[in-house]
């Protein structure tokens, strides 16, 4: 079965300041990959997804993440962080596309920003 | 054009008790899908739904249980509710063979 694996419990990253939110993921074959963000108290909003092709991806709000084949990662980016990024960032993978399948959520990473 | 919307937004209940939750999918969606989110923790795949059939299920037990109507919407169905059952349910809409599950606001529960 397949897991995934956000390392990081919280961060605290200036405003301004690049941001990387860290996601190992464990599957045999090459999985569907999303990152996802939660304000508190609200759904999950999908920031980007990678199924193949080209490994760096972009998504809404300045963000952008890299697959890594040989390393299990597809990490988080960003370059200039803002206050209204302070949320709950969730890595998932998916199996058969995401659209027929469920999806695995790592446990999140709480992003914090400092003015 | 209308997101994944759910009903209730809030709800509590004493354990032993049942409670039905529901979601209507976006405009254009066939699929839902079903997630448990416990506090600080990521969501948690109950079960997905397509052509008002169960088509996969995670690790829950039977006392979680839905069903998906003609129009697509579904509801989620707790029976003997425990302390435990207390979290955020997030429901997912997509189509059938696409790859983006678009989430819903969620309905938190707790059970006292």
């Known amino acids: 079965a397949q897991s995934v694996t956000q390392p990081d419990i919280h961060i605290t990253v200036s405003e301004g300041a690049s941001l990387e939110l860290r996601c190992n993921y464990s599957?045999?074959?090459?999985?569907?990959l999303f990152w996802y963000v939660q304000s508190p108290g609200q759904g999950l909003q999908l920031l980007l997804k990678?199924?193949?092709?080209?490994?760096l991806v972009q998504g809404i709000k300045g963000f952008e993440a890299e697959f890594k084949r040989s390393q299990s990662s597809f990490n988080l980016r960003k370059p200039s962080v803002h206050w209204s990024d302070a949320a709950e960032y969730f890595c998932?993978?998916?199996?058969?596309?995401?659209?027929?399948?469920?999806?695995?959520f790592g446990k999140g990473t709480h992003l914090i920003i400092q003015p | 054009d209308a997101g994944v919307t759910q009903s209730p937004t809030h709800l509590i209940k004493t354990r032993g008790q049942q409670v039905t939750l529901r979601c209507s999918p976006k405009?254009?969606?066939?699929?839902v899908s079903w997630y448990q989110q416990a506090l600080g923790q990521g969501p948690q795949f109950i079960f997905q739904?397509?052509?008002?059939?169960?088509?996969q299920r995670g690790n829950f037990p039977d006392r979680f249980s839905g069903h998906q109507f003609p129009n697509y919407s579904s509801e989620l169905n707790v029976n003997a509710l425990l302390l435990g059952d207390s979290a955020l349910y997030l429901c997912?809409?997509?189509?059938?063979?696409?790859?983006?599950?678009?989430f819903g606001p969620g309905t938190r529960l707790l059970v006292l």
């Open positions: 405009s254009g969606h066939d699929t």
């Open positions: 739904y397509y052509e008002e059939e169960e088509r």
């Open positions: 998932a993978v998916g199996v058969s596309g995401g659209g027929a399948d469920g999806l695995t």
């Open positions: 990678y199924f193949s092709g080209d490994t």
């Open positions: 997912a809409s997509s189509r059938r063979g696409w790859e983006t599950q678009y």
């Open positions: 599957y045999g074959a090459t999985p569907y």
